[in-house]
């Protein structure tokens, strides 16, 4: 709890099962050529024997995945704010530097990040959560970090150096015991307009012997927020799902925000299933999001942005009619 208006800082300390804890750092250069996704974070398993640090580097153009694993021991975090180390790598809010080999691949990354977009924290609602980061005990919790910065810096792996200055780069996390069940994820920052960034979940969410569908949209424009959530009294009007596409409209008292997203072809990751990295999620970052976003009036409604997303993440895990079950529990 001392954590808790401090989100994107570990929340785990003194967890010693079933439990996990990974951040997300995707970044994109210049020209969009190279994408890549960097996940640190901690694995606790009820068998300690399992219980590891990782750092995740997801190649999502060339579909390629690497996993470094280390002790717990090679995993340090500060007790208040977001600065951590994983072996020889560094991660904070502002920088990341890699540092990592494991005999056959060889990764390193020198980044800054700057004109950083947090989600807003306040007392009552402490961030992507609102009050539901005071619940204890959920399955998951989340936290959008950076909804869009700029990049100053390179990667380089087994001797291929990139420069990612002027790249744009977005920031999550997710700590709890598992990933849920059933859930939708999108998120992409990559729009012809500037100042324009797009994260949203659709989830299963465990509660008190039943579940419900929780949901949580966020639409960064033009240095404002706004947030459609279960927490905000947003609802959902339209969901599905087919092979080739995913449509949800949501609306609240004031806006409609109209998603239509191109699912494209992805990479198998590890994901935490009580606390242990046994799951599997297919995730793209190759994938176009679609964004329409009106302002509601007595005549109908209003234009305000409409643009597609490119380099867009993109998630489906379970079942759509689950899914829909739980907007009715």
């Not at 780069?169 to 998120?187: A, H, N």
Request: charged share 30%.
């Amino acid at each position: 709890m001392s954590n808790i208006l401090r989100p994107e800082a570990f929340q785990g300390r003194g967890r010693k099962e079933n439990y996990f804890e990974g951040w997300y750092f995707k970044s994109v250069d210049r020209d969009e050529k190279t994408a890549y996704a960097v996940i640190p974070g901690i694995s606790i398993s009820k068998d300690a024997s399992k219980s590891h640090a990782f750092i995740i580097l997801v190649d999502a153009r060339n579909q390629k995945m690497y996993y470094f694993k280390y002790s717990c021991a090679d995993f340090w975090v500060d007790k208040k704010r977001f600065e951590m180390k994983i072996g020889r790598s560094y991660f904070s809010l502002n920088r990341v530097q890699l540092d990592m080999e494991d005999g056959i691949n060889r990764i390193r990354a020198e980044l800054k990040f700057k004109n950083i977009h947090p989600w807003p924290v306040t007392l009552f609602s402490p961030g992507t959560m609102g009050w539901y980061a005071y619940v204890p005990m959920m399955e998951c919790y989340h936290a959008t970090v950076s909804f869009d910065h700029d990049i100053e810096g390179y990667f380089e792996v087994n001797g291929a150096k990139t420069d990612f200055t002027l790249g744009k780069g977005y920031i999550e996390k997710d700590w709890g015991r598992s990933m849920p069940s059933s859930w939708i994820w999108m998120q992409t920052n990559h729009f012809d307009e500037d100042e324009a960034s797009l994260f949203g979940s659709v989830a299963k969410i465990p509660w008190l012997g039943s579940y419900f569908t929780g949901y949580i949209f966020g639409f960064y424009y033009k240095k404002k927020i706004y947030r459609f959530a279960t927490y905000t009294g947003a609802r959902v009007d339209r969901l599905s799902v087919s092979d080739d596409r995913i449509d949800i409209l949501i609306e609240d008292k004031r806006h409609y925000l109209e998603i239509s997203a191109d699912r494209a072809s992805g990479i198998d990751l590890p994901a935490p299933k009580l606390g242990e990295m046994t799951a599997k999620v297919n995730e793209s970052l190759k994938s176009k999001i679609r964004v329409s976003f009106y302002k509601k009036t007595k005549q109908g409604r209003d234009i305000i942005f409409s643009g597609e997303g490119r380099n867009a993440g993109l998630e489906f895990v379970g079942n759509i009619k689950e899914l829909l079950r739980g907007f009715n529990k």
